[in-house]
């Protein structure tokens, strides 16, 4: 889970550097890219696809694309600090519709927790230049929100799913519904993308690719509010590169929320007093 948050960070340094290229076709080729090396592998015979539970793959394709799309639309619009973190809120939507729904119990601690790291993500946030409020909200904070939303049921249906299907199915049904909800939109986007736009597009593609495969497995063996907890390091990074890469501001706010997020994480991580047996990897490529 930590290193899925590590190639999301990458993906996402590599939108907000090719934002001149347009979200629709970056979302499309992140789909494709996936769809074709897994399909490649399926040619080669590294890889068996059986896809059981097709309603909840159909479902989880379709919120996993929109909130994909919503997310790419956040980073471009709203810089790559302030659009991870919005975004990036989907644990607290995951953990409350895991607990409705997947029967997850959520104890006092986790509750804690998830506050702690959520507190940490707003100190990140609050030292944007634009400032962050929880009480006001542009038109492009509100889609954010709601993304995180749609993501919180994606990771839902994830952990629901490993029930039924493989990582690698779970991972194929999104690309390929998501690669139908861009393809009309991705077309309509006129102008060249250059030889520059092309290694962007690539490396999205196979950044995004390493980093779902790792989440999707990785929910295989932690509940949702963990593995969720754990991909909120996601913020942090994307924090950290845009100081380093895109010579963003840093101050005692934004160490401070690292320090909250990264430190929510840890606790959650040594307190788990019941370690997941191993279980036989779906992923053979």
Same mark, same amino acid.
């Given at each position: 889970m930590a290193l899925a948050s590590g190639f999301f960070c990458m993906a996402g340094c590599l939108v907000k550097y090719g934002s001149y290229i347009g979200v629709y076709r970056m979302a499309f080729f992140r789909f494709v890219i996936g769809f074709g090396l897994i399909?490649?592998?399926?040619?080669?015979?590294?890889?068996?696809?059986?896809?059981?539970n097709k309603k909840l793959l159909f479902l989880r394709g379709f919120a996993g694309g929109i909130a994909i799309l919503i997310g790419l639309i956040s980073i471009t619009k709203l810089g790559l600090g302030k659009g991870m973190v919005l975004i990036c809120s989907y644990p607290i939507f995951a953990s409350i519709i895991s607990a409705v729904f997947l029967k997850e119990r959520l104890? @006092?601690?986790?509750?804690?927790?998830?506050?702690?790291?959520?507190?940490?993500? %707003?100190?990140?946030?609050?030292?944007?230049?634009?400032?962050?409020?929880?009480?006001?909200?542009?038109? %492009?904070? @509100? @889609?954010?929100?709601l993304g995180a939303m749609i993501a919180g049921i994606a990771v839902s249906l994830i952990r629901k799913l490993h029930d039924t299907d493989s990582s690698l199915a779970i991972y194929f049904s999104q690309c390929v519904v998501g690669m139908w909800l861009v393809l009309g939109p991705s077309f309509s986007n006129k102008g060249s993308v250059g030889l520059n736009g092309v290694f962007v597009l690539l490396g999205i593609g196979a950044t995004v690719t390493v980093g779902q495969l790792l989440m999707t497995e990785g929910f295989k063996y932690v509940p949702v509010k963990t593995g969720s907890l754990l991909l909120m390091l996601e913020p942090v990074l994307c924090y950290v590169a845009g100081v380093a890469i895109f010579r963003e501001d840093l101050n005692l706010s934004s160490v401070f929320g690292s320090v909250l997020v990264i430190g929510a994480c840890m606790v959650v991580m040594a307190d788990r007093k019941k370690k997941a047996l191993p279980v036989k990897s779906n992923l053979s490529v």
């Open positions: 399909a490649i592998a399926i040619m080669l015979g590294r890889v068996t696809l059986v896809f059981n104890r @006092l601690f986790d509750i804690g927790a998830i506050l702690t790291a959520v507190a940490g993500i %707003y100190f990140i946030a609050y030292e944007q230049q634009q400032g962050f409020s929880l009480l006001v909200f542009g038109k %492009y904070e @509100l @889609l954010a929100v």
